[in-house]
């Protein structure tokens, strides 16, 4: 699989990024392991996790995380492996309540080290924002970190355009190190924004395409494969039973992107799935698509997707039929 620099860091990670959101919880300890092995023995290097992940699980805290530190620490790999995780999201009980205060992202940057069992994060996320803190305080606790060298590089997770434009904008008047990457719902399918389960995951839409293309700026984005949208098992004859699929991603716009998705996938003799990655991986700015894989067979086929590229012309005629 091929590795790509992440603009303004020391960090070349595998293109396509294992999203670990289930290990411990929705996915066995055993099975995770497994997919991070079989991860590992295709050349990805790029995990991605977050201090609440598995919190979702009565008496539990941060399943996801004590997992892959139990993997570094027993495969002996931390050299080799790029961790990202997430901290300063709202309690799930309270997800009203911002925590994105330099106590909130100290205390959780303090937990993820202890979790992961290593003593620095390769790249580190605000899991969320909150307006009413000010950017300068964010961004200089943060630099407290990178300077102590528990922190290597700084991304944004679900943050607004004038935000991000506003921590760049400050960064740049201290001579510090600026969110590297931002993470927001993305995909070849366009969500149905009204239908969120959750308001705060943030949607990538033009405008921050355009960001990004002007910039540079790399792109992490999560939902990369529209939570199996384009697998084959969808269609608009088809209603998904008890899953959000149907909910967030059934329009008529979508389902002609599918239909596209599978001649395009014919024409190249791949895998619809390894198509919709290939169109993120394609695009003129580096982007790193995390994907959910539960299965071994499911984690294989999106890993072929790294090496595949699009023309600019195919993109196009996935987007718009042109």
């Not at 609440?52 to 002996?76: M, N």
């Not at 925590?99 to 992961?116: A, C, G, K, Y």
Request: glycine share 8%; proline share 6%; charged share 25%.
């Amino acid at each position: 699989m091929q590795t790509s620099l992440i603009p303004g860091t020391p960090l070349r990670p595998s293109v396509i990024c294992l999203g670990a959101g289930g290990f411990g919880s929705n996915i066995a300890e055993t099975d995770a392991f497994r997919l991070m092995d079989l991860f590992s023995d295709g050349d990805g290097n790029f995990l991605n996790t977050a201090n609440v992940y598995g919190d979702w699980v009565p008496g539990t805290k941060s399943l996801s995380e004590k997992v892959i530190g139990r993997w570094l620490r027993t495969r002996g790999n931390r050299d080799r492996t790029i961790v990202a995780t997430k901290g300063a999201h709202p309690d799930l009980a309270s997800m009203h309540i911002p925590r994105v205060t330099r106590r909130d992202i100290v205390h959780d940057l303090e937990q993820s080290l202890s979790h992961l069992q290593t003593d620095y994060i390769d790249l580190y996320w605000l899991h969320r924002d909150d307006p009413n803190q000010p950017v300068e305080t964010i961004m200089d606790t943060l630099h407290e970190q990178i300077r102590k060298g528990t922190i290597r590089a700084i991304g944004c997770s679900n943050w607004t355009l004038p935000r991000m434009e506003e921590a760049k904008h400050y960064a740049a008047s201290r001579g510090l190190m600026p969110f590297a990457a931002s993470q927001k719902m993305w995909s070849l399918a366009r969500p149905n924004e009204d239908n969120r389960s959750d308001p705060t995951m943030l949607v990538m839409r033009d405008e921050d395409v355009l960001h990004h293309r002007r910039t540079g700026m790399a792109a992490i984005p999560y939902s990369s494969q529209a939570n199996g949208f384009f697998s084959g098992r969808y269609g608009r004859d088809v209603v998904p039973a008890k899953t959000s699929v149907g909910s967030l991603y059934y329009n008529e716009d979508n389902f002609a992107r599918l239909e596209r998705t599978a001649t395009v996938a014919k024409r190249l003799s791949v895998a619809q799935t390894e198509v919709a990655l290939g169109y993120l991986l394609s695009q003129p700015f580096p982007v790193f698509p995390i994907i959910g894989s539960r299965t071994p067979q499911q984690l294989e086929e999106s890993m072929r997707a790294g090496d595949l590229r699009l023309e600019p012309a195919v993109v196009r005629y996935l987007e718009t039929g042109e």
